[in-house]
């Protein structure tokens, strides 16, 4: 199953309405429609905590906390997913890019997500010259800029809670 | 006979005594009683006053003066302690300062008495490894009125200040010319005390009091570590300020000095516009809450490599490198906006005839191979080099010459046009640490076929470019600017994230002029990477390109320089270089 999502209180409501319609026209169905009623609500709920957990993330890393996969280890299944480009210093949704999609997979105990976005990357200047040990002693010493990305994530449930197993950056 | 205004040693090779906290002691105890000396007759202004200074993060001072020079202070409500002070107006600001007996602390306080706002630093020794470094914390304030609420504005750090120069004349004599092209650093100049040879570099503060009044400190970190805390009118060029510190002979200076200057001129800064925000370069890390008094120091003698003839001879024997790949070699990062090589070279043959050295006879095979000679020896030595045509028949090059037992480097301009030489040699194994390079100045001229050079005509040290700032962007990431404060010595300036001038050093150096708009110089980053920095410097097309020659742990290098330029500005300041019939530049 793939939801497409973003972040809009519009979005939000649009899929509280799917979920209703269903729910008002449930009283005299079968134990099928309430399977399948059940299923779609845990899809939902699944749908909603791998966006907590991606949103969650994100904070993280543009709170400028990326100084080591520790920092994150929390949201992620293994200390080896958490380690990524330490140069990433932000990340924020490319409006212009395509909608972000969420997959659970049909047991539900993972997921992928694909989010394009536009990454802020910090390169070191090598320390090969005084100039450059000088701005690295005033708290510079980087190339910064933003590249349009698109961030492939594979999530994990464990223990009835999401957590990221891998992230992805691909050039959009 | 008259002695020269020369000392013995300059600044940064004075080994200053590292002063005990008793040595220290003992010498502020006199002066914390007695306040601190003046050659201009001390302001009255506070006299019979009572006064209580509340600071936004820092102490509650309460002051009483009597007369002109004693005044009690209670600090957050404490106990009085009785101490000298000496205070001295500019317009509507008093400033005053004084030592609390029994410490090695002190004030210095500014009150703008038309908004009763203040601004005080509080200043201490033996804060630092170097006991005698003064420490400074600054506190932004008011002084209370009595029925009155709080004001709410407050001095502030501002970059307002940056891009200015000013010599300035003390009361007691003293001459400097002043350089603020950081927003976090200065530059001076001690005409009267060192002869005016060398500019020096200090941490910096700058705050802004009104559109007119600036307050401006420097300590001299990395020398005597002594600290200068001054207010300055920029409309009336006038100062008032306070010197506390130990000289080179450890004597004590604390005195509160009135001042007047001249204005030398405003070069370009480059933040944003709207930005005019101080204190660009944070006090601590990201992430970290700065400890009291904490700033960001360049401390290049420090931090460098110091080693001994043995060492660097071992060093060079093992790792030396001349033009390494660009991406990955030693200096590749002041190699990003290098512009292409020129292969003109390859294929010719010549000798340059120096007038004070040897002539060097080349061979060029390709145009990165040349064999090169001194004349009269038999064995000619491979070397790799790399060439750069800078201005149409100008071409700059270098190379290392192996075997030479100071491990020389020449970087040398050519001008097939006028058949001129300059070449600046490079060489290790200099009297402070081997590996800090020094550098000989050899003029001369082209010997070729078909080239008639000329007899008497030479490439010449210049002064045209002193009082010039202008910026280097060598890569992403990497911008400088040079500034030219005396025809011996410059100063880079290291831009921040927001293009705000940061940290600053500078060194001698010496500036050749091979045509109209072009230039070729050298620096030594002495007592600092003692790396020799040459660029020959086109202004019409605002680029440099140049060689640079450094040893260190890591073994002899030499590498391509090459930057965008921009001119940011000029300082009117020659006149202040030229010897005068008395003797001295003061």
């Known amino acids: 199953m793939t939801t497409k999502t973003d972040s809009t209180r519009r979005s939000f409501l649009k899929g509280g309405a799917l979920l209703a319609v269903p729910l008002a026209s449930a009283v005299p169905a079968a134990v099928m429609a309430d399977d399948g009623l059940k299923a779609r609500l845990a899809r939902l709920e699944d749908g909603a905590a791998i966006r907590e957990l991606h949103q969650a993330w994100l904070r993280q890393i543009n709170r400028g906390t990326n100084t080591g996969a520790g920092d994150t280890a929390a949201l992620f299944a293994t200390l080896q997913g958490a380690a990524f480009d330490q140069g990433v210093r932000s990340i924020a949704p490319d409006h212009a890019g395509q909608p972000d999609a969420i997959e659970v997979a049909a047991d539900g105990k993972s997921a992928t997500g694909r989010f394009q976005c536009l990454v802020g990357i910090e390169t070191a200047i090598a320390q090969d010259c005084t100039l450059a040990q000088m701005a690295h002693a005033q708290g510079g010493g980087f190339v910064r800029r933003t590249e349009r990305c698109v961030l492939n994530v594979e999530y994990v449930k464990a223990s009835g809670a999401w957590a990221i197993a891998r992230v992805e950056f691909a050039p959009a | ?586």
Not at chain 2, 32 to 50: D, E, I, N, R
Not at chain 2, 134 to 145: D, L, S
Not at chain 2, 535 to 564: E, Q
């Open chain 2, 1 to 586: 006979m008259p002695g020269t205004p020369y000392p013995k040693e300059q600044m940064h090779r004075i080994a200053y005594t590292k002063l005990s906290e008793r040595q220290i002691a003992e010498k502020l105890s006199p002066v914390a009683v007695s306040g601190p000396t003046s050659a201009s007759p001390l302001s009255g202004v506070f006299a019979g006053k009572s006064i209580r200074i509340v600071t936004d993060k820092g102490p509650a001072l309460s002051y009483t003066f009597r007369g002109t020079n004693r005044l009690s202070l209670a600090e957050n409500g404490g106990g009085a302690a009785e101490a000298g002070y000496g205070a001295l107006t500019l317009g509507s600001v008093a400033f005053f300062s004084h030592v609390i007996p029994g410490t090695q602390r002190g004030y210095a306080a500014v009150i703008d008495r038309d908004t009763n706002l203040a601004t005080v630093f509080e200043l201490w020794f033996s804060g630092y490894k170097d006991n005698r470094e003064v420490q400074r914390e600054i506190y932004y304030g008011y002084v209370e009125q009595p029925g009155q609420a709080p004001p709410k504005a407050r001095h502030v750090t501002t970059n307002r200040v940056e891009g200015k120069g000013f010599y300035w004349k003390q009361d007691n004599g003293a001459e400097t010319l002043e350089f603020y092209p950081s927003a976090a650093y200065s530059n001076f100049v001690e005409l009267s005390r060192l002869g005016g040879e060398l500019g020096f570099c200090g941490p910096s503060d700058y705050i802004k009091i009104n559109d007119d009044l600036y307050i401006y400190t420097r300590t001299e970190c990395e020398f005597s570590g002594t600290f200068t805390a001054y207010v300055m009118d920029l409309n009336r060029i006038e100062q008032v300020g306070v010197r506390l510190g130990f000289d080179a002979n450890d004597a004590l200076e604390y005195y509160v000095f009135r001042g007047k200057g001249e204005w030398l001129g405003q070069h370009a800064h480059f933040e944003k516009f709207g930005d005019e925000s101080g204190a660009p370069v944070p006090a601590a890390a990201a992430g970290q809450t700065p400890a009291k008094g904490a700033r960001r120091v360049y401390r290049p003698f420090e931090t460098m490599a110091k080693m001994t003839k043995a060492e660097v001879d071992a060093v060079c024997a093992k790792h030396t490198t001349a033009f390494a790949p660009r991406a990955s070699g030693p200096g590749a990062s002041m190699a990003g906006n290098l512009g292409p090589p020129t292969g003109w070279l390859a294929g010719k043959t010549f000798t340059l005839r120096y007038d004070h050295a040897p002539a060097m006879e080349y061979r060029f095979d390709d145009a990165e191979t040349l064999h090169w000679r001194k004349e009269g020896s038999g064995n000619w030595t491979k070397a790799r080099y790399q060439a750069w045509e800078s201005m149409p028949g100008v071409i700059l090059f270098g190379h290392l010459l192996e075997g030479e037992p100071n491990h020389d480097g020449h970087s040398i301009v050519v001008d097939f046009d006028e058949g001129l030489v300059t070449c600046f040699n490079g060489y290790l194994n200099t009297p402070y640490f081997a590996n800090e390079a020094g550098v000989k100045i050899h003029f001369g001229v082209i010997e070729m076929e078909g080239l008639i050079p000329p007899k008497y005509r030479r490439h010449v040290l210049t002064d045209e470019i002193v009082g010039r700032a202008v910026s280097q962007n060598y890569a992403p990431g990497l911008t400088s600017m040079h500034l030219y404060t005396t025809p011996y010595s410059l100063s880079w300036i290291i831009f921040t994230g927001s293009d705000a001038g940061g940290l600053e050093w500078s060194g001698p150096a010496r500036y050749v002029k091979i045509r109209n708009g072009l230039y070729f110089m050298y620096w030594l980053e002495e007592a600092c990477n003692g790396t020799l920095g040459t660029i020959l410097v086109n202004f019409h097309t605002m680029r440099d390109v140049g060689v640079g020659y450094n040893c260190g742990t890591n073994g002899l290098n030499m590498s391509a320089v090459g930057a965008h330029e921009r001119l940011a500005g000029q300082f009117d300041v020659k006149r202040f270089y030229q010897v005068k019939a008395s003797g001295g530049v003061a």
